[in-house]
């Protein structure tokens, strides 16, 4: 049995640490071959490949990125420059057969799951892993990445409460989550946020204000806002920006606004999302040893599972009002739009 593991879309704290679990487990539990494919399905495409080995996969759990590269490559997309009138499908289904790949490990997010369930469809041997900081995959309690990324959002917004209390400012801080509001809510009631406007729950900037108002009334000389990224802002606005600025003209206060960006998916994974890394690689390899495939590895209740990625795709696991952080946030007096 031979494996082709690839990573494709936005890199995240947890790749390197997932392809470890799949591939230390395939090579010493299941007696396995694992080919680690380069730039996710662009390498399918071009066949750059190499054989991984035990060696291979030494230093990888505590490190960024992913070593074996990844791209935006959507195979089922027309094809652009050198693959102008290029059947992709074709090409890569070829090269599966010519590489002699049994199987396809695809670990990425909700672009990554649609491709990987196109080609269950047509009968390529797949099981994927869920991977994005967002957690906006479908069938999956949790993504790794998200644990990751929430922290480093929320040692930011930590950070912030210093030039807000110190200068009376009100800090606007805009994080990822693509059109989910995980981030945003996540961070933004762990590092103490006072308002925290998301995707899924409509904003009006005079109510923002009001709270603002109403906290220096009761004497709080500074206010925290945390802004997810896909909020509703005019066309080519950056959230951040736009509210920082509304803010300022409606209440007269001094904000100022701070967009973390890439930060967020950079550097080491956390330690839980290091052993859910471990654990989804190795269950994605038991999938596999089972000839359970069309099958995204995924956590519900804590327990790792598995569910159809043709119930996966195409859909997104957004924030709703009944949260559990938004009620209890909401009783507390936070503002969420
Ligand atoms: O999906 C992860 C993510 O970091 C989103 O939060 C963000 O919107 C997007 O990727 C940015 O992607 P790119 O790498 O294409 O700029």
């Known amino acids: 049995m031979r494996i082709g593991i690839l990573t494709s879309g936005g890199d995240c704290p947890g790749i390197n640490a997932t392809i470890r679990g799949v591939c ?28 991984l ?3 291979s996969l030494s230093g990888l759990l505590n490190t960024g990125g992913t070593f074996l590269g990844t791209s935006r490559e959507k195979p089922f997309k027309k094809g652009k420059g050198i693959y102008e009138g290029v059947d992709k499908v074709a090409v890569i289904r070829q090269n599966i057969d010519e590489l002699g790949l049994d199987c396809l490990v695809c670990i990425g ?28 995959i479908w069938g999956t309690d949790i993504s790794f990445g998200f644990d990751s990324a929430v922290s480093i959002a929320t040692d930011a917004i930590d950070r912030l409460h210093s030039t807000a209390s ?21 961070s933004g009631m762990a590092g103490g946020g006072d308002i925290i406007l998301l995707p899924e729950i409509p904003f009006n900037i ?26 509703d802002t ?3 606005q950056r959230p951040a920006v736009y ?20 930060i967020q998916r950079g550097g080491s994974p956390t330690p839980f999302d290091r052993n859910l890394s471990t654990r989804l ?43 559990d952080l938004v009620v209890q946030g909401r009783r507390m007096g936070i503002c969420f739009g």
């Open 24 to 51: 230390k487990t395939a090579i010493h539990h299941y007696g396995m071959e694992v080919m680690g494919i380069y730039s996710g399905f662009q390498g399918l495409l071009n066949k750059e490949v190499q054989l």
């Open 53 to 55: 080995d035990d060696n």
């Open 109 to 136: 997010g909700n672009g990554t799951q649609k491709t990987a369930a196109k080609f269950a469809a047509i009968g390529v041997n797949v099981v994927s892993i869920p991977k994005t900081i967002d957690n906006d």
């Open 166 to 186: 110190s200068h009376k400012r009100v800090m606007v801080i805009e994080v990822m989550g693509h059109k989910a509001g995980w981030i945003a809510l996540h």
């Open 206 to 231: 005079e109510n923002v204000a009001d709270a603002i108002h109403r906290r220096i009334a009761r004497g709080k000389t500074y206010s925290i806002v945390v802004v997810a990224e896909g909020i």
């Open 234 to 236: 005019p066309e080519g």
């Open 243 to 262: 509210i920082a600025n509304a803010l300022q003209a409606v209440t007269g206060l001094e904000t100022r606004e701070t967009v973390l960006g890439y």
């Open 281 to 323: 690689g190795g269950h994605a390899t038991e999938l596999i040893a089972n000839g359970q495939y069309g099958h995204m590895v995924a956590v519900r209740g804590g327990e790792i599972s598995s569910i159809p990625l043709s119930e996966v795709a195409g859909k997104l696991k957004l924030v709703t009002e009944d949260n």
